[in-house]
């Protein structure tokens, strides 16, 4: 059987907290999914396909490319893409509580939708201050994040 995960989210931009729960996904499943979802709650800064490009470009440059599948979503439920391909399981990483209250809902309608689990994985706790909107945030007022994300994100970033 060929056990596929989805690792969704908002990747704007990929940072090195995503990386690190994206190599430990790749690690437990045959084949992973990581999928950019349009998350109408946030105001985005990159395009969803340079999302994808930068996500591609920084899995690649951690040598973990071999079963892992960049894709987008932006019409319907995830889970209807985990149906699509035949993935029964979501992965999310949790830094803290705050993420344990904001994803368990989630988990458990997406298990009604479509019978699809969520299995929550730790990162390293060295990325557990990291996210994207704090990236977002640095990057604006012209702070320096390269100690957050993957380089392909940092040298993006710079010339933007
Ligand atoms: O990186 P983010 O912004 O925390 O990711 C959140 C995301 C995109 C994974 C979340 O908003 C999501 O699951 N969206 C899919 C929409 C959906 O299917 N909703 C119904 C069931 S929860």
Not at 68 to 74: G, K, N, P
């Amino acid at each position: 059987m060929n056990r596929i995960a989805v690792v969704p989210g908002s990747f704007d931009p990929v940072t090195l907290g995503h990386l690190d729960v994206i190599e430990r996904a790749a690690r437990l499943f045959d084949e992973v999914h990581v999928l950019v979802v349009h998350n109408p709650d946030k105001s985005a800064l990159l395009p969803i396909a340079q999302r994808v490009a930068l996500l591609e470009r920084s899995i690649e440059d951690a040598g973990i490319a071999g079963n892992i599948v960049v894709a987008s979503w932006s019409v319907g439920l995830l889970v209807d893409y985990c149906t699509d391909v035949g993935a029964h399981v979501l992965i999310k990483g949790i830094r803290s509580q705050i993420d344990v209250a904001y994803e368990t809902p989630m988990a458990i309608v997406n298990r009604n939708l479509a019978a699809v689990e969520t299995i929550f994985l730790l990162p390293n706790p060295a990325n557990a201050h990291v996210s994207s909107s704090l990236v977002r945030q640095v990057s604006a007022l012209g702070g320096d994040v390269s100690p957050y994300v993957p380089t392909a994100v940092y040298e993006y970033l710079q010339e933007t």
